[in-house]
């Protein structure tokens, strides 16, 4: 069935797509005072922005492309966002042996030396050349591996950064809409007016002073087919796909691995339980929400690591895998991995039209100065004063840690709910920060808070999810929010479909 509703006052800012670009920008613009409108016609972060490395990093490699802007820039928010989201970033080290076969040492010491000055670092540890007799690496990389480097980054939950985006923006008055899509918009003298459509076939009309376009990989199919535009610009789509294994060996450090055609592959510590390898740079022209990762994929990502390890890697042992497609601004770079991974903002209209600001391209690490730079080209535009920036010091929701200290957070919250589990209270601590405490809510013990769907998901937290953070489907749930589908029993999503049902659907 359809129906029409219509918003009779103009959004300042009407944003479509929301990954974490979207979410950023949402996020700054309610903290400026503007009224925000968001639209995503699936989840949030439910493509390109849940199927990352995972990685809040400069980009070592990228220093061969020349690209100090994009690692300066880069390295700086890396800082920024460890402090304002401690309990969903933290610190890794990177073993990087050293292939004699392979870019020579004194080039990669000269990066490394660049990695570490390139910006202000605080709290992560300098690079340092090592010999693996003296470092747990030796029980784990082939004999011929003797000797490498070691250099700092950070691990970031990526999905959950950006629903912590879209939280503080809708915190802060902005209105976030899952599960709804543009159909169109037209200039109507000043502003836009757009038609939305929810998954249920809902029609509303909206209008807006501005729009920006932060569709990710469907960027050009909302200009052109949403918008009638055309642009010079385009993105390239590059196909990043990782495998997931069973841990390969102990220890909280991660690898970055060369191979010969020049590519790196990182292998990371995974949930406790597992290995994450990745990631492949292939050129991709089909459907965005239906890449998948390929066999050759697999089997490169396999040999890559059999390369160093003394325990080699099958495409048996793969436990799952995940694939997204990088939405890269198309610099006609002839290999897939030179692409550049900066970001180019376009603004269409002004002088008595509305403007439409297209993101092409980006990185996670950057998306909070995307965001900036966004506002301060498009304000101006639209004959608004752009105003002091202003989220490179505020804590996202649940990142207002004491000292931003997650494990001294951890100590006070598990002392103030000893019924909860160690692994348990850790993991609350891990997702939600001190937002973890309105998940208890008023329990005194694990009963308290209702079904335990599997692996320690309660049904307290399932409500906070569908209220808080806009989950619908058990896959929102599982893996988006959380990556408890490789901790829970088989009959968890039905079981939790049928919950989400009973309790949340008219």
Not at 417 to 426: K, M, N
């Amino acid at each position: 069935m359809m129906s029409d509703t219509n918003r009779a006052k103009p959004v300042d800012l009407l944003i479509v797509g929301g990954g974490i670009n979207g979410a950023g920008i949402a996020r700054d613009a309610a903290g400026r005072g503007l009224s925000v409108l968001l639209v995503e016609q699936h989840d949030l972060a439910a493509h390109t922005s849940s199927a990352s490395t995972k990685l809040i990093h400069g980009g070592l490699r990228y220093l061969e492309y020349y690209d100090f802007r994009l690692v300066r820039e880069a390295l700086m928010e890396r800082e920024r966002l460890l402090n304002i989201a401690p309990h969903i970033i933290w610190p890794l080290q990177f073993v990087l042996p050293h292939a004699k076969d392979q870019r020579p040492a004194w080039m990669i010491r000269a990066g490394l030396f660049l990695y570490d000055h390139l910006a202000r670092r605080k709290r992560l540890a300098a690079s340092r050349a090592l010999r693996f007799d003296k470092h747990p690496a030796a029980n784990i990389l082939q004999p011929q591996f003797y000797r490498g480097f070691t250099y700092s980054d950070c691990w970031v939950e990526d999905s959950r950064l950006v629903v912590l985006n879209a939280m503080d923006a809708a915190e802060r008055g902005a209105d976030i809409r899952t599960l709804t899509r543009l159909i169109l918009a037209e200039p109507q003298g000043q502003t836009w007016r757009a038609v939305i459509e929810t998954s249920d076939g809902v029609h509303e009309t909206v209008s807006a002073h501005a729009l920006i376009n932060a569709a990710g990989p469907w960027v050009g199919d909302v200009l052109g087919a949403k918008l009638g535009r055309t642009n010079q610009k385009t993105v390239r789509l590059v196909k990043g796909s990782h495998i997931i294994v069973p841990r390969l060996y102990e220890g909280d450090f991660a690898f970055l691995l060369q191979n010969p055609d020049k590519r790196i592959v990182f292998t990371i510590p995974y949930e406790h339980e597992f290995t994450l390898i990745g990631t492949t740079d292939i050129a991709y022209d089909g459907d965005p929400a239906g890449v998948t990762i390929s066999v050759p994929e697999v089997t490169y990502l396999c040999e890559s690591v059999s390369r160093y390890f003394r325990k080699a890697v099958s495409p048996d042992d793969v436990v799952c895998s995940y694939a997204g497609v990088r939405p890269l601004y198309d610099d006609h770079a002839e290999n897939a991995s030179a692409v550049t991974r900066d970001y180019v903002l376009d603004v269409q209209g002004g002088m008595g039209e509305p403007a439409v600001l297209s993101v092409f391209g980006g990185k996670i690490t950057t998306y909070r100065k995307l965001a900036e730079h966004v506002l301060e080209k498009l304000l101006p535009v639209m004959g608004r004063e752009v105003g002091k920036g202003w989220t490179a010091d505020a804590a996202l929701p649940g990142g207002d840690l004491p000292d931003a200290s997650f494990e001294n957070y951890l100590a006070e919250f598990s002392a103030r709910y000893r019924f909860l589990p160690p692994s348990l209270a850790h993991r609350l601590v891990r997702a939600y920060g001190t937002r973890a405490d309105r998940i208890i809510g008023d329990a005194t013990s694990l009963a308290d808070m209702g079904e335990d769907f599997g692996g320690g998901l309660t049904e307290a937290e399932v409500n906070y999810l569908v209220t808080q953070e806009w989950a619908r489907t058990p896959e929102d749930i599982l893996w988006r929010r959380s990556k408890l589908e490789l901790h829970t029993p088989d009959d968890t999503a039905s079981r939790l479909a049928a919950y989400l049902a009973a309790k949340f659907r008219k």
